[in-house]
């Protein structure tokens, strides 16, 4: 199951592509893998991260936030594209 990906820029930062960051928007993930979190640790480390959660009912809205330790594994993720496969292989 693929998920997409984005990165995370505030505001009036400037050209997509070029930005540096370490923080990453996972979305369109399906309820069976809002808890595996360990798909993402094979790009390198997580240091935090949050299911985003619909504040009435508290069920996931089917993403999450995502942040790395380094700039360099979130430009990795994106040397393929913004998709990932949350069931750990690349389709």
């Known amino acids: 199951e693929q998920v997409e990906i984005k990165r995370t820029i505030p505001k009036g930062s400037g ?15 399906p309820v069976v893998y809002e ?16 299911i985003i959660r619909d504040h009435e009912t508290n069920r996931s809205r089917g993403f999450r936030c995502v942040i790395f330790d380094n700039e360099e594994v979130v430009d990795e993720m994106f ?7 949350m069931a750990g292989t690349q389709v």
């Open 79 to 85: 040397t393929k594209g913004n998709m990932i496969d």
């Open 35 to 50: 808890d595996e979190l360990e798909n993402l640790f094979k790009y390198g480390k997580v240091v935090e991260h949050q």
């Open 15 to 29: 050209q997509l592509k070029d930005f540096k960051t370490t923080k990453i928007f996972v979305g369109g993930i």
